[in-house]
């Protein structure tokens, strides 16, 4: 049984955010946010999926 249920991120789809460990990437835009797995479009590393309860993306 999944986990997924467990966490929620604060993110939501349309919001911009900076990856805190990977600047370089640019700004990218929330395309998802389901359970703790979110993906975001960046400017220079185009789509990523990333797990919230690992990493805490900034909000800009």
């Given amino acids: ?22 600047p370089e ?3 990218g835009q929330v395309q998802s946010a389901i ?3 979110v993906t975001v479009n ?6 990523v999926t990333i797990d919230a309860r690992i990493v805490t993306l900034e909000v800009s």
């Fill in 1 to 22: 049984m999944s986990d997924q249920g467990a966490f929620r991120s604060f993110l939501e789809p349309g919001q911009w955010v900076i990856h805190p460990d990977h």
């Fill in 25 to 27: 990437w640019g700004t």
């Fill in 35 to 37: 359970g703790s797995r």
């Fill in 42 to 47: 960046f400017e220079h590393a185009g789509k």
